[in-house]
């Protein structure tokens, strides 16, 4: 065959070659990251190390090292009958490694650390304090709302037994032929006497100025003694005997 005869499209060298579509871009971009690895390794071999740096890695070097016979303690130690590798004592009952030594780099006084220490746990516990202050607070704010809330609806169901009571009352003194109440507020007051001259009430001395469950205790003491009736039980006894041989109280208590 001749040399600029053209390649067999079914031959196996063609068939063979990767042509998938991107693939020189992510070879292209394989080898700009492994030039860059070089790099940074080349750099980091060329830079020059720190005075701290050195100092580090000679005082980790020495640490490594054993003490050798130069040295005038470990000298002293084995003319005393130490052997490396024994424990320290009498007995063999002491360290057998060197203190570890405790550096220090920074340019804070001794002692600060066990100050920022004590700081973090002083902040930490004022935290906590003021958490279950905060958690103490909402849960009397949260009594104080049910106290309120119990005691508005007692005083709304007090105003509906005193209206109750009210209007008995004056249908029981008008079968009795009773025209003026005995206390103004004993019936329930018309639309045209709640408009009167307000300077005219307040010059009134009257026992309205009682709270409502006063006035719901007057009131039904005095159903039971004029009229021998007892508003929670609904009924008009005959005479005081029968009202208080079959009636359980003169409070809503009682016949719950």
């Not at 020189?24 to 390794?41: D, G, L, S, T, Y």
């Not at 005193?162 to 018309?190: G, H, T, Y």
Request: negative net charge.
């Amino acid at each position: 065959m001749e040399e600029d005869e053209e390649e067999d499209y079914m031959s196996d060298s063609f068939i063979k070659q990767d042509v998938r579509p991107g693939l020189p871009m992510v070879r292209r971009m394989k080898e700009a990251i492994q030039r860059e690895e070089k790099q940074k390794e080349a750099n980091e071999k060329n830079r020059q190390k720190s005075i701290k740096e050195e100092e580090k890695e000679r005082r980790e070097l020495v640490l490594k090292s054993a003490l050798g016979n130069e040295n005038r303690g470990f000298a002293l130690l084995q003319k005393m009958g130490y052997k490396s590798g024994q424990a320290l004592g009498r007995s063999g009952e002491g360290i057998v490694e060197p203190i570890p030594l405790s550096i220090k780099t920074g340019r804070s006084g001794l002692g600060h650390e066990e100050f920022k220490k004590r700081k973090a746990e002083e902040k930490l516990e004022n935290y906590r304090q003021k958490l279950h202050m905060k958690k103490k607070a909402n849960e009397q704010a949260a009594d104080q709302f049910r106290i309120r809330f119990k005691n508005k609806q007692e005083e709304h169901k007090m105003e509906g037994d005193l209206r109750k009571s009210q209007r008995a009352c004056q249908q029981l003194d008008m079968q009795k032929d009773i025209d003026v109440p005995k206390e103004i507020w004993f019936w329930i007051e018309p639309e045209e006497e709640e408009k009167k001259d307000e300077e005219e009430k307040e010059g009134e001395c009257t026992s309205s100025d009682f709270s409502v469950s006063e006035k719901l205790q007057i009131l039904t003491a005095y159903l039971r003694e004029e009229h021998f009736y007892c508003i929670w039980c609904g009924i008009t006894y005959e005479d005081s005997e029968d009202l208080s041989s079959n009636c359980p109280g003169d409070s809503a208590a009682d016949h719950d």
